[in-house]
């Protein structure tokens, strides 16, 4: 069985950082593209980042690229969203997401709360 759970979120202050973690079990992160999205109340889903562990390659929305990081640990098979400067507006439920073709996965969110 696939599952990737999220870990990291909480409440921070305004210009906070947290970093959150996707550790996935029943697939290898090598294997597959993992991405980042978050959903805020009344809102779509947003993608934020997504990271090929395999050979390292990034992607950043242009809403979070200059402020969050995304990076993994093969041996861990776990993904990282390093989030910095935070804002209000960051305030949302974080996802991880799994893609090899058309095999795809869902974490259950990970609770993010930004204190002006």
């Known amino acids: 069985e696939v599952q990737l759970v999220e870990s990291g979120g909480g409440l921070v202050q305004s210009g906070g950082s947290l970093r959150l973690s996707c550790a996935a079990s029943g697939l290898l992160i090598d294997d597959y593209a993992i991405r980042w999205f978050r959903q805020a109340p009344g809102k779509e889903r947003e993608g934020l980042s997504c990271i090929r562990p395999r050979d390292g390659s990034t992607y950043y929305a242009d809403s979070v690229k200059d402020r969050f990081t995304t990076s993994s640990d093969s041996s861990k098979n776990t993904v990282y969203l390093q989030m910095n400067s935070l804002k209000p507006e960051d305030t949302a439920v974080y996802y991880c997401?799994?893609?090899?073709?058309?095999?795809?996965?869902w974490g259950q969110g990970t609770q993010v709360t930004v204190s002006s």
């Open positions: 997401h799994a893609r090899k073709f058309a095999n795809m996965y």
